[in-house]
Structures are given as C-alpha cells and as structure tokens.
C-alpha cells in the first residue's frame, strides 16, 4: 500500500470501530429499556405476561422490516434488565459489550453474585 495513505486507512478503521461500538451501545439501551418498560407495566399489574407474545407478533405484523425482537427476544430484554437493574456498578459495563456476549455470559451462569 503506499505509504501516503496509511494514515487516512487507519482514521477510516477507527471511524468504524467507533461507529460499531456507539451502535452496539446504543441497542444494548434499547434493550434495557425495553425490558424496563416491560418490567414496570407487570409490576404495576398494567400488563399481563402474553403481551410480549402480543408485542412480538405486532411487531413482526406491522413492522416486518424490524428484526429482533421476537417474543425470545423480547424476554430476555425483560430478563437482561431485570438481571442487572440492582447493580448500579455492573449496568454500565453491560452496555460495553455486545448484546450476543451479554446473552452468552446470561446463559452461563446460575446466578449473578
């Protein structure tokens, strides 16, 4: 490659890099929000347990082009926040890896402490 643009390749590598991570953190919030807004209706007995069913289905009915967020999908937002919610140290962290590696680590273990 010629040496001139070696620096120029590199801004475009790190301006991916960085697009990818600010993306990444920018769903893993959607997904703690969702799975508050979730938990906050149940707990305040606003909603019942089948409207994630409801919501995956009208999402996939009325939004088909959205991909993500089956009624799975959806409970392991619900889960993922309600997981880490009392962990004020922890949340912040969650949000810095991807939503895949959270759902791994979810999976693996039995309990958070």
Known sequence: MDNRFTDIVQLIKQSRT????????????????????????????????????????????????????SDKNIWRMKQFYETYRDFPKLSPLVREISWTHNMLIFSRCKRLH
């Open 18 to 69: 960085d697009a990818i991570r600010a993306v990444n953190t920018e769903l893993i919030n959607l997904y703690w929000n969702i799975g508050k807004y979730i938990i906050e209706k149940l707990e305040k007995s606003e909603w019942g347990d089948s409207v994630v069913t409801e919501l995956a289905q009208l999402i996939q009915q009325n939004e088909p082009e959205i991909r993500g967020f």
